[in-house]
Nanobody, 119 residues
């Protein structure tokens, strides 16, 4: 049974930091690129960050470049999103996804974790 379980979402003040975690199971983790998406109320879903199956390359949305860092631990089947200098516009539900390297869209999705940036 495939599972992507996100954790770490919280209420944080502007300028603060959060670290999201995603625990993956039920598939061959090393064969999948991993990404974080987010969706705010009334807005389209946005691809935030991607890390390749080997962890050798990462990509970020312009809106988070320089503030967010995606990483993976293949020994633990974990993916992380370190978020610094958070802004109110970062408020959203954040989703962890797994994409088979040969495909262009995610294969699996997590249930999401809420991040709220507010004073």
């Amino acid at each position: 049974q495939v599972q992507l379980v996100e954790s770490g979402g919280d209420l944080v003040q502007p300028g603060g930091s959060l670290r999201l975690s995603c625990a993956a199971s039920g598939f061959t983790f090393s064969g999948y690129a991993m990404s974080w998406y987010r969706q705010a109320p009334g807005k389209e879903r946005e691809l935030v960050a991607t890390i390749t199956s080997t962890g050798g390359s990462t990509n970020y949305a312009d809106s988070v470049k320089g503030r967010f860092t995606i990483s993976r631990d293949s020994a633990k089947n974990m993916v992380y999103l370190q978020m610094n200098s958070l802004k109110p516009e970062d408020t959203a539900v954040y989703y962890c996804t797994a994409r088979r390297s040969s495909l262009t869209v995610p294969t699996y999705w997590g249930q999401g974790t809420q991040v709220t940036v507010s004073s």
